[in-house]
């Protein structure tokens, strides 16, 4: 018996498979996440985090099974703006003419209308959120210009600014300097107090019980899901990467 579907789940994929062609990157994935959990991905490169992100946003539709964002369809919850998103590769042109406060505002297109035409609410809110990532005094700084970790923290005031009630972080901390990566844990506990609904990948899994309330070990399927320390056991660990990475953790 497949477990029934949690009504007040934040998140909730059932029996999800993706495959891109030949490949499958997802198979009969089960998640349940709960309103304001912090939920770290931990798997190894092409066991499916990206695209476990880009299910839960629409971005991809799964060959089968059933996904439920804030109990909508992914599409659904995308354009209402419930969900924010952080992707792993922002692939922003350096030479593309908009600032830090530009990318922030962007999150506040949805309530706008067409006009696009931001009021004092939104000016606002980009300015609460930039405080937030620690980006104000970078504010007119043209996108392409910053560091990775200052860009990352741009979307995610981005996805406060949006006022999402579940954000999706993929990598965040991957090649961020430490002041980045300091901030961006901070911000995700802050999130995470008011309610929202946190998903985070990482490749650091040292850093997973402090970051985290659970964790999903993921490869292809979910080899384990629950309490980061149960989680992150050693043969648990060596079913997800193999005993190379387990002699490294030593
Ligand atoms: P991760 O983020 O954990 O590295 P991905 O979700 O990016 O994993 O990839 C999962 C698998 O799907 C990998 O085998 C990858 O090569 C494949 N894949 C990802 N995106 C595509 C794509 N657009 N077309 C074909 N294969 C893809
Ligand atoms: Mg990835």
């Not at 006022?163 to 901030?183: H, Q």
């Not at 060596?238 to 002699?247: I, Q, Y």
């Amino acid at each position: 018996m497949e477990p029934a579907p949690s009504r007040d789940a934040a998140l909730e994929l059932r029996d999800v498979t993706v495959r891109y062609g030949d490949v499958v990157a997802l198979e009969g994935v089960h998640l349940s996440i709960a309103p304001g959990r912090i939920c770290g991905v931990v798997g190894m490169n092409g066991s499916g985090k990206s695209t476990l992100f880009k299910t839960v946003m629409g971005l991809v539709t799964p060959d089968s099974g059933s996904v439920a964002v804030a109990s909508l369809a992914p599409t659904a919850a995308r354009k209402r703006g419930l969900v924010g998103y952080v992707p792993q590769n922002e692939d922003v042109d350096g030479q593309f003419p908009v600032s830090v406060a530009d990318v922030v505002m962007m999150g506040r297109y949805g309530r706008m209308g067409f006009s696009r035409r931001p009021r004092a609410a939104d000016h606002a809110a980009v300015a609460e959120a930039l405080d937030r990532v620690e980006l104000t005094e970078l504010a007119d700084r043209q996108i392409g210009r910053l560091s990775g970790g200052q860009r990352k923290r741009a979307f995610v005031a981005r996805g406060i600014a949006q006022g999402a009630d579940i954000l999706l972080l993929d990598e965040p901390f991957a090649g961020v300097d430490k002041r980045s990566e300091a901030t961006i844990s901070r911000l995700l506990r802050e999130l995470a107090e008011d309610g929202r609904t946190i998903v985070v990948s990482t490749h650091d899994l040292r850093a997973l019980p402090a970051l985290c309330d659970e964790a999903v070990l993921l490869l292809r399927r979910v080899l384990a899901h629950g309490d980061p320390r149960d989680v992150l056991r050693p043969e648990q660990l060596a079913r997800a990467f193999g005993l190379d990475v387990l002699a490294e953790e030593g």
